[in-house]
């Protein structure tokens, strides 16, 4: 199922934020572990995924840094920093407040993973 661009510009930051926060990743590793941890549901391409991670980075929720590979190659791996875990968990709590308006408007009926 693919989702209107402005529900998922409303919630990528915040799963980027919650990925990120289990571990430094690299943007293609990133985009990867966004589809398998939403069962393919959420997908990031680059064309999403990379102006986000600026974005991210500019408001310093995230950092990224050059580390060297074992062959030599540079990639950037990104981290959550101490006020993007306050962020998430303030997008967390908004997120279990829209969880239960909607449960009330829609009576509770098939939202229980939402």
């Known amino acids: 199922m693919k989702f209107e661009s402005q529900l998922l510009k409303g919630i990528a930051p915040v799963v980027v934020l919650e990925i990120l926060s289990r571990g430094k990743m690299y943007g293609y590793q990133l985009s990867e572990a966004v589809g398998q941890r939403s069962g393919d549901i959420l997908t990031l391409g680059q064309g999403t995924l990379y102006p986000l991670l600026y974005n991210l980075e500019a ?5 990224g840094e050059w580390e060297e590979t074992d062959s030599g190659r540079q990639r950037r791996y990104y981290s959550i920093t101490s006020k993007g875990k306050t962020e998430l968990a303030r997008q ?3 997120l279990a407040s829209l969880q239960k308006g909607l449960k009330f408007v829609f009576g509770g009926a098939g939202l229980s993973t939402v």
């Open 59 to 63: 408001k310093k929720l995230i950092k």
């Open 92 to 94: 967390k709590e908004q």
